[in-house]
């Protein structure tokens, strides 16, 4: 789907596919989500997917658009309120934030971190979600002048997802060891940054 479609009718179809394609996922996990899967439970007729999404694959990079977004949008949210001066503070925050969105949603979890192969989602919703980060640890602590500061947050929170897919990967579901995990290397990423830059 290259871009978001302008009539209401398209919008309710895209809608009912995606749905669809999440409550499979949920269900039968994400090698069932197939455009004939999907076409056999929503109703609708295969064309009518076909329309939209021509695979498998541009549906499933949907899905995982739509769940980087509601991440960053739920991580600018929880954050609002947390103050500190503490490096370390902050990044267990960043790290406890996304944790508990994935915690909160199983599906994101079985799409995002659990799956072996890239997805081909494209960049924008990613960046959103470093964006956010990168707004929220700089709202609270002075960082020195990094080169490239943007690519550092859009690595730290890459780190960050990494290793709670990693951890989903090994462990069935994401837990505690990944937190510690993510908290541990993020941590020590952004130091490294913070004291080459003192």
Not at 145 to 167: A, E, H, M
Request: a negative charge; charged letters at 20%; hydrophobic letters at 40%.
């Amino acid at each position: 789907m290259d871009q978001a479609p302008k009539q209401e009718r398209s919008r309710k179809r895209i809608e009912v596919i995606l749905t669809t394609a999440e409550n499979i996922l949920l269900e039968d996990g994400i090698d069932s989500v197939t455009i004939a899967n999907i076409s056999k439970v929503s109703g609708l007729k295969r064309t009518s997917t076909y329309k939209f999404f021509q695979t498998p694959e541009s549906i499933k990079a949907a899905l995982a658009t739509k769940y980087l977004l509601d991440l960053a949008k739920d991580f600018s949210i929880k954050s609002s309120d947390i103050n500190s001066s503490e490096l370390s503070v902050i990044v267990m925050r960043s790290v406890e934030i996304i944790h508990n969105y994935f915690l909160s949603s199983a599906a994101a979890q079985s799409l995002v971190l659990s799956n072996t192969t890239s997805l081909p989602v494209t960049k924008e919703p990613f960046n959103e979600l470093s964006s956010c980060v990168q707004e929220f640890i700089e709202s609270n602590i002075e960082l020195p002048q990094f080169f490239n500061k943007d690519g550092v947050f859009r690595v730290f929170t890459q780190i960050i997802i990494s290793i709670f897919s990693l951890n989903t990967r090994e462990n069935g579901d994401l837990n505690e060891v990944g937190k510690i995990e993510a908290n541990r290397a993020a941590y020590a990423y952004m130091l490294n940054w913070v004291n080459q830059s003192s």
